[in-house]
């Protein structure tokens, strides 16, 4: 097997490059333009315009209004706000204690929605998933009590790749006036993101999926809908999330997402081709394998595998020996010996749920490297198999 130069990464849903172009405008507010946006003095307004302009241009990518927008430090802190934020909002006016949500999401929901069930008391129904892991509209809707106060669905699971029907979703919750939450922290610069359209009440982005920085993340919030915030102190954000802002995190945020906005059509049709000819070169090259998550109804980077009788950590450290860089399933998961949660959700038995591997394509990558993985995957699964 000879070793080309070139590392070639298909990890994008763990994280993404921060682009140049993002960079070029984050830096002036790290360097020059480095004041408190609280600050009353003439830098501290410098910054705070910048802020500003930063939530009108996630505004308009969103479709919603700038006061709408709330920069936290990260998609697992903007999830914690939107649930626990609703939660304390319902308990504090008497509204109700119950929250659906489904197996399928990112720990930031679902670590979250169990600490709210074990140590305060609040109900929590998770309705099932398919074999290819989306909710039926159908089921939330019969989930749904009087008592009930916040549906939470992931937009576009991590693991997977399996997109939801979020906007039904939204239109049953909205019918039945319980808040909509979505984990969009995978959805971004992939699939449209236009928060009426999707009918949510709550969302949440990641900026260093799509091509920003690291530690800043945002919760949209619609105007009428009441929260808590999850974290005390100052009353940054219009007291929504309290902490001096990371003026620079916001301002990269913003470029990095009107940035994958604009170029969201052509780079999906280009990804989503790349992605097919990937995933029909695993499936028609290896045996013993079997697609993840919806075969159509997927992120157009995203292409998730099962091998049987193979542990999905020896075909990374394999991959990573041939110059390639996947995941064996969610990148906060990595370590757990124990099969996917989600590969579980969906009915798979553990001689499929170990040996789970993501491959998840991005800007730099092109045919060659589709190319690549198919040279070099088939050797790796036969010599595993050959030494289990
Ligand atoms: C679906 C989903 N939600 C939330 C997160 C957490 O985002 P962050 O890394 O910004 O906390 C991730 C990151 O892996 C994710 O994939």
């Known amino acids: 097997m000879s070793t080309p130069s070139r590392y070639i990464y298909l990890d994008h849903s763990a994280t993404t490059p921060v682009d140049a172009r993002v960079v070029e405008a984050m830096v002036p507010y790290l360097s020059e333009h480095f004041a408190n946006s609280e600050s009353s003095h003439t830098p501290g307004q410098t910054a705070a315009a910048a802020l500003e302009q930063a939530r009108g241009t996630v505004a308009d990518a969103l479709g919603c209004r700038a006061a709408e927008v709330v920069f936290t430090g990260s998609g697992t802190e903007a999830s914690n ?19 659906i949500t489904t197996p399928v999401e990112h720990h930031a929901v679902g670590n979250t929605v169990d600490q709210l069930r074990d140590l305060f008391g609040f109900q929590v129904s998770r309705v099932p998933v398919d074999e290819y892991g989306r909710v039926d ?26 997109t939801q029907p979020g906007a039904e979703i939204g239109q049953v919750c ?14 971004a610069g992939r699939i449209p993101l236009q928060v009426d359209a999707i009918g ?7 900026a260093h999926k799509f091509y920003g920085p690291k530690g800043v ?22 007291g929504r999330r309290p902490g001096t802002v990371n003026v620079a995190g916001a301002v990269g945020l913003a470029t990095a997402l009107q940035l994958a906005t604009e170029e969201r059509e052509a780079e ?8 097919d000819r990937l995933i029909a070169g695993v499936v028609t090259s290896v045996p013993g394998r079997r697609l993840t998550g919806h075969p159509t109804e997927r992120l157009c980077h995203h292409a998730s595998f099962a091998f049987r009788d193979i542990e999905g950590e020896s075909l990374v450290v394999n991959l990573d020996l041939a110059r390639i860089a996947a995941s064996s399933g969610a990148a906060c998961a990595e370590g757990e010996p124990e099969p996917s949660f989600v590969l579980t959700a969906l009915g798979l038995a553990p001689e499929w749920s170990l040996g789970a591997l993501r491959l998840t394509l991005g ?7 589709v190319a690549r993985v198919l040279e070099v995957l088939p050797t790796i699964v036969d010599h595993l198999r050959a030494n289990e």
């Open 81 to 99: 706000l939107a649930i626990r934020g609703v939660a304390w909002s319902s308990r504090q006016s008497g509204r109700g204690d119950h929250i």
């Open 137 to 162: 509209p159908h089921d939330v809707a019969a989930a749904i009590r009087p008592e009930t106060i916040l549906v939470s669905v992931i937009l576009a699971n991590n693991e997977i790749g399996t």
């Open 174 to 187: 909205r019918q039945r006036g319980v808040a909509f939450h979505t984990d969009a922290v995978q959805a």
């Open 200 to 206: 949510a009440d709550l969302l949440s982005l990641s």
């Open 217 to 238: 993340g945002l919760l949209y919030v619609r105007h009428n809908t009441t929260l808590v915030p999850a974290i005390t102190g100052g009353g940054h954000e219009r």
């Open 268 to 275: 999906s049709a280009r990804l989503r081709a790349l992605r």
């Open 363 to 369: 800007r730099s990558n092109g045919e060659g490297d």
